[in-house]
């Protein structure tokens, strides 16, 4: 499969990166640490930016996530479960375990689950799903698709670029620990969060 997706890319260059990653947020099998790495590997010698590359991969994240999220806005949890345990499960890749992750993972963290989830491998593709289900706001769930799948794409698209040719290694070392990447994104973002309110009530404290 990587091998596919390889020369997918290399061929048609921001159009196979945003419709693989609108292929991978339907279909977890599919490596997005493969293609964003990759991608920023190949924008050292052909003529992609990374700009465009994650552009690209932004727009097609957000159509495999939206693709989910009306599906789910669409079918009860019944009869996606037996779709899930019939073929449609097999030919799609999915299972039930899956799901019912995704479900949990929303009901723990509510609506900033739309943004926390695109850093977690299946989760990141299913979290549309619940979301839709529970009628979650559109406008917000865009935005925070949105915020996390750039983070995420730019991230893997400048790691590739800077392994050069050691992108593969740092794909499945990113794959393997996507919690710990996780867990050190939520403290950057906790600590920048922090930092803003300090300087905000400084700036507040300094005009009185």
Known sequence: MNTTIIDFI????????AILIAVENIFPPIPSEV?????????????LSIGGLIIASTIGALIGALVLYFFGKLISFETLERLIQGKWGKILHFKMEHLEKAQKFFNRHGSSTA???RFLPVIRSLISIPAGMAEFSL???LLFTSAGSLIW??????????????????SGIIEEY???ILGIVIVLGVIGYLIYRHLKTKKQSSQK
């Open 153 to 170: 794409n730019a991230a893997l698209i400048m790691v590739g670029r800077t392994a050069g040719s050691s992108w593969q290694q740092f």
């Open 10 to 17: 290399s061929n048609y260059g921001y159009v196979a990166v």
């Open 35 to 47: 293609i964003l790495t990759f991608s920023g590997f190949l924008s050292l010698s052909a003529h």
């Open 178 to 180: 996507s919690f710990i």
């Open 115 to 117: 943004f926390w989830g």
């Open 139 to 141: 406008k917000k769930f």
